[in-house]
């Protein structure tokens, strides 16, 4: 408050489910105005951290839910309803202190995993972005930092946003950023509010000197006339702006585009524009999440195989020294 010293402050029983908030159907238009005028603050109950497999080994508890950003396919929107700022959760004490003895008990790692050979990964951004939430608050600096005197263990994320704050906190390799990359002209119309591509490839060399582990995350590959063409620019881009040294610790995931029906219904009210890429009922089916449990719209099996394939090949080719670490 002492920060924001006019903003009105509201008391809520609960920061997950606020009607007037989330449950407002006629707030929708006003989506990116919410993401700008509305901070809740709220305590995060269920500590605990969730085993889970190809980016992280466990899945931390979210320090933050909800984002300034508004990509149209984000998923954590999915759960939120009419509305989806930031919610930062205050008792970050708590949180940090439920990782540091779950990390502890795993005790050394002894097979290599897909997440990593060495350490034990822990997601911390599946409901946030954590770049957004380092300008909220101390959070995520608290986090890269805890990590850091973590023998056994690391972290990572994915992020849209080139927050050169970050660049200042002490992470000792034990933190690994994953800039999320797709076609700059694609980029335009569904990353809303995020940073450029061009300045997320830019920004990697920095943070592989500032002592981060930087992967990169082609997600979601949304499929339209051309993608290969698109990607291959994409994949020129980054060969011509990577360090060595940023090449070779390159590691990549690739995640195809899912969707629902309910965030295309909420969509169409503030973003209709980026329907026309998202949606695709021509070449997309139904299938239930393996993460979420949700029911989701995904490309068509057979098709979707052919895509990944064509998309690891492409990456061989232009990239041949960044590990795939999985593509689905
Ligand atoms: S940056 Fe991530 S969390 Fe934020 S809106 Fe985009 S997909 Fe959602």
Redesign the pocket.
């Known amino acids: 408050m002492a920060r924001f010293s006019d903003a009105r402050l509201i008391e809520v029983p609960s920061h997950w489910n606020i009607p007037e908030l989330h449950g407002d159907q006629g707030s929708v238009g006003r989506w990116n105005q919410t993401k700008r005028k509305v901070l809740v603050l709220g305590v995060k109950k269920g500590l605990s951290c969730r085993p889970f497999y190809r980016s992280c080994d466990f899945v931390a508890p979210s320090q933050a839910n909800g984002?300034?950003?508004?990509?149209s396919?984000?998923?954590?929107?999915r759960r939120k309803g009419y509305a989806?700022p930031i919610t930062t959760f205050v008792n970050i004490d708590d949180i940090l202190g439920s990782v540091e003895r779950h990390a502890s008990r795993q005790g050394i790692k002894l097979e290599p995993t897909l997440a990593d050979r060495d350490h034990w990964v822990y997601e911390l951004?599946t409901?946030?972005?954590l770049s957004?939430d380092a300008a909220v608050s101390d959070n995520a600096r608290d986090f890269v930092e805890l990590f850091g005197g973590l023998p056994n263990a690391k972290a990572t994320f994915?992020?849209?946003?080139v927050n050169r704050d970050l660049l200042d906190y002490d992470p000792r390799g034990k933190t690994r950023v994953r800039f999320?990359l797709m076609p700059p002209e694609t980029s335009k119309l569904v990353?809303v509010r995020?940073s450029r591509v061009e300045d997320r490839v830019l920004a990697i060399n920095d943070f592989v000197e500032a002592g981060y582990e930087v992967n990169v995350n082609f997600g979601p590959v949304i499929v339209k006339d051309g993608w290969q063409s698109d990607y291959v620019e994409l994949f020129e881009m980054l060969d011509a702006a990577l360090s060595g040294a940023a090449k070779e610790q390159l590691a990549a995931e690739v995640i195809f585009l899912t969707h629902t029906e309910e965030l295309h219904e909420v969509n169409l009210l503030w973003h209709p524009k980026g329907e026309r890429l998202l949606w695709r009922p021509d070449i997309q089916e139904q299938k239930t999440s393996q993460a979420s449990g949700d029911r989701v719209l995904r490309y068509e099996k057979g098709l979707k195989r052919r895509l990944v394939r064509e998309f690891t090949d492409l990456l061989n080719v232009w990239l041949p020294y960044c590990e795939i670490r999985y593509a689905f």
């Open positions: 984002c300034a950003m508004a990509c396919y984000c998923y954590v929107a989806n951004g409901n946030s972005d957004v994915a992020t849209k946003l999320s990353d995020t």
